[in-house]
């Protein structure tokens, strides 16, 4: 018999860590090999699965930020250190690490979608010499909902960073939306980069749109899409776009690719 | 090698194959119909040969046998899992050509989309084989010819039925033995050649062109005309989408099930994702989008074949008399329009024709 890709793991959570009010990071113990911008199907018994991008990972553990918004992601949040968790994958692609290297990168991110690149940029921050340079924008709602604060500090010690509230003014970040920022991006200076952009559909839109603007060529920009998903799989066509079904050829796909996905 | 059997020895036959088989087929289900006083004809395992409703077309299609409605995928304890069984018994299902074609639609979606297969459809997909039933002359709503899913050799059985008797054709071998008996004869089974429903698929062979489908005002016309309850999909061989769904049995809530629901692309909430944000808000863009992956999508991916098999029971189905077959044929008329550059029917024109059977 074949093995039951419907069937998922018991994980035991490590550690927890809370972001903000609604969104905690889980540190799952596995030694599942993870590649940067993949995700699970995480699950509890008898409540229900969910998939879950991975925000971070090491040896024998990867790190899931949840923001808890319903049935299982409330649940996620009553569980405590040494807890089982459920876990199937992982799933989908991810992006383009080893073109990235010795290239200048821009990474443009919106509230949670910081999670799905987090992974990323904590690569480059400990092997720095493996990139030209880093320029990061990171945009959140306000200040209540700034996620990882420890690694942002850090990522600004090595990358070129913007950080910015929607409108709240507080230090170290600017106000504004991503998409006010991208021009400060010295795009006319690289030799050969790309673009990441991970956020809200209409975040990635008009950030796309920005970047287009700006000069930079489709090809250069990765985006990843988030849709409903019950499998991760290919069989239940949650996520299917056109032929393409995101749980396999995406989360991350190129513009070029990403701009002909018709809803 | 064929044989002419009487329905009394049939049956005989039927009994001697249920000790390894479970058989379905399709069976009257009286006053469950649709509309008051009229049946219902759904699969289910029979029990005489006389059970098989052969000169009618089934309501639903045999999908169920093998995707039920709901499943069990698994049992939770504490923290523990158990896989759901089968039984072993396997499984014969009377089917037509069209459903039977429709069933490499499934296998493809369940057992290779992705480069992995799903244990729950293959562990029941490994015991089916197939008795072909012959069409005869189908029915107003079939347009299998169109599709070219008229005709199969994926069978073990066919069979004609004639009053008190019928014709088989025994094509594997590990059936021939309950047939020496019987009266050899000449008999094949013969396919529908010509359906009275005849569609046009449109050829969609750019990225322009799709986006101007996209588009396209006919598909609003569905929005005050789809109630998006998800008959259609129901009932269509081929739609194979899903939900997962956990239940708990007990108060405690200790142990308890993880199901698959078949889901459908026409409901409200099948894109919808958190903060209520969702992708296809209307009942025209879920039109658009199963349309398109009936006659397009399915097969710009899978390059075979179209995913529809023409086997027409959406349009009987559908609460609002919407035809899927006018609205292919709708489609093709805008797509020649389109690559001839003319201006395509507005909301107002599409309301005045708009398909009822
Ligand atoms: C590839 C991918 C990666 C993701 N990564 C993360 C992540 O790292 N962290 C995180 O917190 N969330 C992530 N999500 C979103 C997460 O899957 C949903 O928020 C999750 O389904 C909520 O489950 P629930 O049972 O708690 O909510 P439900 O009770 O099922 O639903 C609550 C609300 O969320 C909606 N919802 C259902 N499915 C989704 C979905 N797939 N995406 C968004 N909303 C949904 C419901 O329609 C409802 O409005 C990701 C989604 C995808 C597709
Ligand atoms: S669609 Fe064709 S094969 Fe199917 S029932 Fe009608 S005539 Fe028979
Ligand atoms: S087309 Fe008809 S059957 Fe399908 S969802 Fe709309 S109203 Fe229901
Ligand atoms: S998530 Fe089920 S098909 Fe993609």
Redesign the interface.
Do not use: A, F, Q, T
């Given at each position: 018999?074949?093995?039951?890709?419907?069937?998922?793991n018991?994980h035991k959570i490590i550690n927890i860590i809370n972001e903000t009010e609604n969104e905690y990071t889980f540190r799952v113990e596995t030694n599942a090999k993870v590649k940067h911008g993949q995700f699970f199907q995480v699950?509890i018994?008898?409540?229900?699965?969910a998939p879950i991008s991975v925000s971070s990972m090491g040896d024998n553990w990867v790190e899931l930020t949840i923001?808890k918004?319903?049935k299982l992601t409330n649940e996620i949040f009553n569980l405590k250190p040494g807890d089982?968790i459920f876990m199937r994958g992982p799933y989908g692609n991810s992006f383009p690490k080893d073109d990235f290297k010795g290239k200048d990168l821009v990474v443009i991110a919106g509230g949670t979608g910081v999670s799905p690149v987090r992974s990323l940029l904590k690569y480059f921050y400990e092997n720095p010499d493996e990139i030209r340079s880093l320029h990061f924008i990171a945009g959140f709602k306000d200040e209540k909902s700034i996620l990882f604060k420890e690694d942002l500090k850090n990522f600004k010690t090595r990358f070129n960073t913007i950080y910015t509230l929607d409108k709240d003014k507080i230090e170290g970040f600017e106000v504004g939306l991503v998409t006010e920022h991208i021009k400060k991006i010295p795009f006319n200076t690289f030799e050969n980069y790309n673009v990441v952009i991970v956020g809200?559909?209409v975040m990635m839109h008009f950030a796309a749109l920005e970047c287009l603007k700006n000069g930079v060529p489709e090809e250069k920009i990765w985006v990843s899409f988030?849709?409903?998903m019950?499998?991760g799989?290919?069989?239940?066509?949650?996520c299917?776009?056109?032929?393409t079904?995101v749980?396999?050829e995406g989360p991350v796909f190129n513009y070029t690719k990403a701009k002909?996905l018709?809803? | 090698m064929s044989y002419y059997v009487s329905v009394k020895r049939m049956n005989e036959i039927l009994k001697e194959l249920q000790k390894h088989y479970k058989v379905y087929a399709p069976m009257r289900f009286e006053k469950r119909g649709r509309y008051s006083d009229t049946d219902l004809i759904r699969y289910a395992e029979i029990n005489s040969i006389e059970d098989v409703v052969y000169d009618e077309k089934s309501d639903f299609s045999p999908k169920e046998v093998i995707y039920p409605i709901t499943q069990a995928l698994f049992y939770f304890t504490e923290y523990e899992y158990m896989e759901s069984k089968v039984d072993d018994k396997k499984i014969l299902i009377f089917a037509r050509p069209c459903d039977i074609n429709g069933f490499r639609r499934l296998d493809t979606i369940f057992l290779k989309n992705g480069g992995t297969e799903d244990i729950y459809y293959k562990r029941l997909r490994e015991k089916i084989k197939f008795i072909l039933m012959e069409c005869g002359e189908g029915w107003d709503t079939c347009f299998c010819v169109s599709m070219g899913s008229n005709k199969t050799d994926d069978y073990s059985l066919a069979v004609r039925f004639e009053n008190d008797n019928i014709l088989v054709e025994v094509k594997d071998d590990e059936f021939t033995n309950l047939f020496v008996d019987e009266k050899e004869i000449e008999f094949t089974p013969e396919f529908v050649t010509s359906n009275p429903t005849k569609v046009n698929i449109p050829e969609i062979d750019s990225q322009e062109l799709l986006e101007k489908i996209y588009d396209l005002d006919m598909w609003k016309s569905y929005n005050s005309r789809c109630i998006s309850c998800g008959a259609c999909n129901a009932v269509c061989i081929t739609c194979s989408c899903f939900n997962t769904l956990d239940v708990i049995y007990t108060e405690n809530g200790k142990v308890g099930e993880r199901r698959r629901v078949q889901a459908s692309c026409m409901h409200e909430d099948f894109t919808t994702m958190a903060g209520g944000l969702g992708f296809r808000k209307t009942a025209g863009e879920r039109m658009r989008f199963r349309t398109l992956h009936k006659i397009y999508d399915y097969k710009a991916r899978f390059k075979d074949e179209h995913m529809c098999v023409g086997c027409g029971r959406c349009d009987e189905r559908c609460p609002e008399l919407i035809s899927f077959s006018t609205t292919i044929n709708r489609l093709y008329d805008e797509v020649e329009k389109l690559k001839k550059g003319e201006a395509t029917q507005t909301i107002e024109q599409t309301a005045s024709t708009e398909e009822v059977k």
């Open positions: 018999m074949s093995e039951n890709i419907m069937l998922p018991p699950s018994p008898k409540i229900g699965e923001r918004v319903g089982k809200p559909p988030e849709r409903k019950s499998c799989v290919g069989k239940c066509g949650h299917k776009i056109n032929e079904y749980c396999l002909k018709l809803d | -």
